[in-house]
C-alpha cells in the first residue's frame, strides 16, 4: 500500500524567505512519481513540480525545488523567496509508474507573513 | 488550450436526491479522474477513466458512479445523496496513463446536501 505523510500542518512564513514542506512516503515500489500541488482558498489544485525515482537529480521549477532522498523516502518541497500569493495548502502526492492511483497526503497550510 | 472544465461550480441538493456532475478534460488528454475533498477525509481518489473504460475504482459506495464519452468528457452521478456526500469534487485529466504525467485538475463542483 502507499502512504504520504505530510506532518505539519500549518506552517508561517516571512515574505521573501525560504520554507521547506515536508513530505515522507511508503511505498515498496521501486518506481514511481512524486508530484506537488498547490490549492489556494479559489479550490483549484495546481501541478507545482515532479520527481520521478530514477531521477538522479533534484527537480526544480523556478522558485520550487524538491529535495529528494530516496533511501529516507522523503521529497520535501522547498520554495524560495515567498511571495504573498504562495499562502495556500501543499499537497504531496505519490503515482506508481504502473499507474494504479494517485494518493495525496493531508496537505499543509502556508501562510506568507508580509 | 483551455483547462479542465466541470460545470456546474456549485450545487446545493436535498438528501435522497440524485446529482450528475460533468467535467471537460484539457484537449487531447484521454484519462479522466474524479477525487472528492473534504476537511475531515482530504483527498480521496474516485475513480479513472481511459479510453472510456474504468480503469480503477476507490472504495465508494455504489451509489458514486461514473462514465466517460467517447470525446473524453466525463460525467460523475451520485444517487441517493446522503449529508456527508457534501464535499468539493475534483476532476483531473493527464495526456496518458504514464507515470510521469501529472493530474491537470479543474475548479472543481462543490456540492451542498441539505
Known amino acids: 500500500a502507499q502512504k504520504i505523510t505530510q506532518t505539519q500542518p500549518g506552517m508561517f512564513v516571512q515574505e521573501k524567505e525560504a520554507v521547506t514542506l515536508d513530505c515522507t512516503y511508503d511505498?515498496?515500489?521501486?518506481?514511481?512519481?512524486l508530484f506537488w500541488y498547490k490549492q489556494p482558498s479559489s479550490g483549484e489544485m495546481i501541478f507545482l513540480i515532479y520527481?520521478?525515482?530514477?531521477?538522479?537529480q533534484n527537480a526544480t521549477e523556478g522558485r520550487y525545488s524538491l529535495n529528494f532522498q530516496k533511501a529516507r523516502k522523503s521529497a520535501n518541497l522547498v520554495i524560495s523567496a515567498s511571495q504573498l500569493g504562495d499562502s495556500a495548502m501543499y499537497f504531496c502526492a505519490i503515482l506508481r509508474t504502473s499507474y494504479d492511483k494517485v494518493i495525496f497526503g493531508p496537505g499543509t497550510s502556508l501562510s506568507v507573513i508580509p | 488550450k483551455a483547462g479542465v472544465t466541470q460545470t456546474p461550480r456549485y450545487l446545493i441538493k436535498t438528501r435522497g436526491q440524485q446529482v450528475t456532475l460533468s467535467c471537460s478534460p484539457i484537449?487531447?488528454?484521454?484519462?479522466v479522474s474524479w477525487y472528492q475533498q473534504t476537511p475531515g477525509q482530504g483527498l480521496q481518489f474516485l475513480f479513472e477513466?481511459?479510453?472510456?473504460?474504468?480503469?480503477n475504482k476507490g472504495n465508494f459506495p455504489g451509489r458514486f458512479s461514473g462514465r466517460q464519452f467517447s470525446n473524453s468528457r466525463s460525467e460523475m452521478n451520485v444517487s441517493t445523496l446522503e449529508l456527508g456526500d457534501s464535499a468539493l469534487y475534483l476532476c483531473?485529466?493527464?495526456?496518458?496513463?504514464?507515470?510521469?504525467?501529472?493530474?491537470?485538475f479543474g475548479n472543481g463542483t462543490r456540492l451542498t446536501v441539505t
Open positions: 511505498t515498496s515500489d521501486q518506481s514511481y512519481g
Open positions: 484537449s487531447g488528454h484521454r484519462s
Open positions: 483531473a485529466s493527464s495526456p496518458s496513463r504514464q507515470g510521469n504525467s501529472p493530474l491537470h
Open positions: 477513466y481511459f479510453s472510456e473504460t474504468q480503469r
Open positions: 520527481q520521478g525515482s530514477y531521477d538522479e
